[in-house]
């Protein structure tokens, strides 16, 4: 089912299912700057990637002597489980908690809350993620939020740029084509504040940064500005991806990362997961404002 919020500013939709966010639309300029999951490109449009994120190696990952088949991306995305909990003008709610099928694949005892919250022209995403169960917990959590791109009539792709909020130095890592995270960087980024979209970009998969100094970052038309920032303060990675050819961007804020291809398998020794002690809180957020 689809819920909507809305203010003065933006409407905004999100699906149920797998909790994701289906629309962002501009009250003054009637642009929408969700994806809108054209399948001749990409069905999805924002997923929610927890507890995992990316593939892992074989498919498969062990813990306290037992191996679990974790779906790339986690068991959220595309999942019926979820329910909304609360839904005011401005926020919307949604729960998705342990059961025993999740267990199979996934051996804690977790709830899963996201809050969406509309504050002007920005929408807040607010994940809490709090563990039931008895021994500590480990997770990945990120977002993987789509945005229509170009979005004006008579602009290209290449129209286009990532404006970081600091200059920065940095190599991605290069995809391989099991989804997993190759051993050399490739340098990327120099000395610059700005990325450059273009057709062929991501022909090899995405871009992962993993020691920006920028928490925020903006989708910019170089032939009528800024379009949008996202704010990541919670986040330490961040994946920039889409569909070769494509007219969207997906800006992804990430806690964790796909297995390496010398990855031992271990879920405790994955790169970048979250340890959290029985009964306790851990709350990741990130944010969109359009301009």
């Keep these: 089912m689809i819920h909507q919020i809305e203010n003065s500013e933006l409407a905004v939709k ?8 289906s629309s962002i639309h501009s009250k003054s300029t009637g642009i929408e700057h969700i994806w809108q999951g054209d399948p001749s490109f990409w069905n999805g449009q924002a997923p929610i990637l927890f507890p995992i994120i990316g ?3 074989d498919g498969k990952t062990e813990y306290d002597r037992k191996f679990y088949k974790i779906p790339k991306h986690g068991i959220v995305r595309n999942s019926i489980k979820p329910v909304l909990l609360d839904k005011t003008n401005e926020s919307l709610t949604f729960s998705m908690r342990w059961d025993e099928e999740t267990l199979l694949s996934y051996p804690f005892k977790f709830e899963l809350k996201v809050i969406f919250s509309l504050k ?8 809490e993620v709090t563990n039931h169960g008895p021994e500590t917990m480990y997770f990945s959590l990120g977002g993987h939020p789509a945005f229509n791109c170009p979005i004006h009539k008579g602009e290209v792709y290449e129209d286009y740029f990532i404006k970081f909020e600091e200059k920065e130095t940095d190599s991605t890592w290069p995809v391989l084509e ?16 700005k990325l450059q979209l273009h057709a062929n970009l991501f022909d090899k998969d995405a871009l ?12 910019v038309s170089e032939k009528n500005g800024p379009v949008l920032s996202m704010s990541f303060q919670d986040f330490d990675y961040l ?3 889409a569909k070769p050819k494509a007219p969207y961007v997906c800006i992804e804020p990430w806690l964790g990362i796909a297995d390496s291809i010398d990855s031992d398998g271990k879920l405790t020794h994955k790169e970048g ?11 990741k957020k990130y944010s969109v404002s359009i301009h």
């Design 239 to 241: 994946g920039i991806w």
């Design 178 to 193: 099991n989804g997993l995270i190759g051993k050399e960087p490739l340098p990327m980024l120099k000395a610059t504040n």
């Design 208 to 219: 992962i940064l993993k020691n920006l100094k920028s928490r925020e970052v903006s989708l």
């Design 120 to 127: 002007g022209r920005t929408l807040e995403v607010l994940h």
């Design 55 to 57: 593939a892992l190696k």
């Design 273 to 283: 997961m979250i340890q959290l002690g029985p009964q306790n809180k851990s709350t």
């Design 14 to 21: 999100v699906n149920t299912k797998g909790i994701e966010l």
